[in-house]
């Protein structure tokens, strides 16, 4: 229930708090743990600028016992619904109109699962058929941490000549055989270094 809170489902929180309330006042039981649900809706309506309402909750928790806390949240909560209220009674702010319904869902027509999907583009797509690709932009030092600028190795090409110069010491120190050292002619990089004439 708290999830749902905190993830501003207020609909989806009130149903579950007043579930839990009707659970717990069908076998009698009274006190802090139902207050804390009537502070829990209040924080739901006030959210939701549903003044009333939140009146209603803050007024039903305060005839809990209740730790001294939950009391004086729901007698906050109290005080500001009221004094919305008042503003609304005065014409200083206009009350919220209810919620819409929501629409109900659409119905799948007979017999779609089993129809031919059609192509999403008919001609086809022109992803892909880049032509002439426009500028990589982005500012100079990134574009040298990325490996585009000619002569300079980006992050990667680091690492991958980094891995390579350790292999050919482990091959030195006889740790690693030669023939898993890779050729540094087939090496994947993005910037290669022209080769020497």
């Known amino acids: 229930m708290e999830i749902l809170l905190s993830k501003k489902k207020y609909e989806e929180a009130l149903k579950s708090y007043g579930g ?21 809706e209040a924080v739901c309506h006030k959210k939701m600028e549903n003044w009333k309402e939140c009146q209603h909750a803050c007024e039903q928790g305060l005839t809990h016992y209740s730790s001294a806390s939950i009391q004086s949240k729901l007698k906050e909560g109290l ?4 004094d919305e209220l ?11 109109p209810p919620p819409k319904p929501r629409k109900p869902p659409t119905q799948l027509k007979d017999g779609f699962l089993e129809s ?13 058929q880049v032509t002439n ?6 500012n100079f030092e990134e574009a040298k941490e990325a490996g585009f600028v000619d002569g300079v190795d980006g992050w990667k090409d680091r690492m991958k000549r980094e891995e390579q110069e350790l292999d050919e010491q482990l091959v030195k120190e006889g740790l690693l055989s030669p023939d898993l050292l890779d050729d540094p002619k087939t090496l994947d990089l993005i910037n290669r270094l022209p080769p020497c004439s």
């Open 20 to 40: 839990a309330r009707q659970i717990w006042e069908d076998a009698g039981i009274r006190g802090h743990h139902t207050a804390v649900l009537w502070s829990n």
């Open 79 to 82: 005080k500001e619904a009221e």
């Open 86 to 96: 008042k503003k609304i009674a005065l014409g200083q702010v206009e009350e919220k």
């Open 116 to 128: 031919q999907e059609e192509p999403l583009y008919p001609s086809g797509s022109v992803q892909g």
């Open 133 to 138: 690709p426009g500028p990589f932009i982005c």
